[in-house]
């Protein structure tokens, strides 16, 4: 399951959900806050900018931004909402596409990294990150907390969210550290129960210390680790983090 195959037209389409879900203030406004402290003045690119959930708004904040995407579709659906000259796109792999130029901030957000299906182009991600930062720039990476803890021994999948409409189910393969998200969203309850349609999404998930590791092998350190955008603790118990990953002052 290829990632430009998964990501065509009919999912670039759906994918945005303007006011709710990831596109809610809430979700959108303390990310792009952050975000806009974090590039400190400069310029920022971000890997998989996708339809510009975070990339548009952050712009209108003021913080310049490029970026790089793999789906056709999806940036032609960021074109609905911004011209090239806004907010310049690159099209290829987020582990060896280049961008011109260089940035004080890079991001990649909404467990994009987990899309990388194997541990060497997570690697080689973090590495092409490296060649796009000043001296001093900052690498951030929104990731989920792999959920193994709720995994019962002998069974293959967990439940990850039940709410009216939708239904996600993560099936695992811990020999490889795969996991397939199942994304099904359906009508009422008093429907026919014909109208349900599946979206599955493949990821290879990854736990904070093995990315702070890919992180040293591209000349990284952890500068902080939050819980969310808003910098709540990180503990045992969260279920995702935001990692600020910066790069020596003098290179």
């Not at 959108?28 to 974090?38: F, H």
């Not at 929104?142 to 995994?151: F, G, S």
Request: glycine letters at 8%; proline letters at 7%; hydrophobic letters at 40%.
């Amino acid at each position: 399951m290829r990632q430009d195959d998964l990501w065509d037209t009919e999912a670039a389409q759906s994918y945005d959900t303007p006011g709710t879900g990831m596109f809610a203030d809430a979700v959108l406004k303390p990310t792009v806050a952050r975000l806009t402290e974090l590039a400190a003045g400069g310029r920022a690119l971000e890997f998989a900018i996708g339809t510009g959930r975070v990339a548009v708004p952050l712009a209108e904040a003021g913080v310049p931004v490029t970026g790089i995407e793999l789906s056709r579709p999806m940036l032609e659906q960021l074109r609905t909402k911004v011209d090239e000259q806004t907010i310049p796109v690159v099209v290829g792999d987020m582990a060896t596409a280049r961008a011109p130029g260089t940035f004080t901030l890079l991001y990649l957000v909404f467990n994009t990294i987990s899309n990388l299906l194997t541990q060497a182009e997570q690697v080689a991600c973090f590495r092409n990150a490296a060649r796009h930062l000043d001296a001093g720039g900052r690498f951030v990476i929104e990731l989920w907390v792999p959920e193994l803890r709720a995994l019962p021994p002998g069974r293959g999948a967990t439940v990850g969210t039940v709410e009216p409409g939708y239904l996600l189910i993560d099936t695992y393969d811990v020999l490889h550290q795969h996991v397939v998200s199942h994304h099904v969203t359906y009508g009422p309850a008093d429907g026919d129960g014909r109208d349900g349609r599946l979206f599955r999404s493949p990821h290879r998930y990854v736990w904070p210390a093995e990315l702070d590791l890919m992180a040293q092998l591209a000349g990284f350190e952890l500068e902080s680790r939050h819980a969310d955008w808003s910098g709540a603790p990180f503990t045992a118990e969260s279920p995702s983090h935001v990692s600020v990953y910066r790069l020596p002052a003098e290179r």
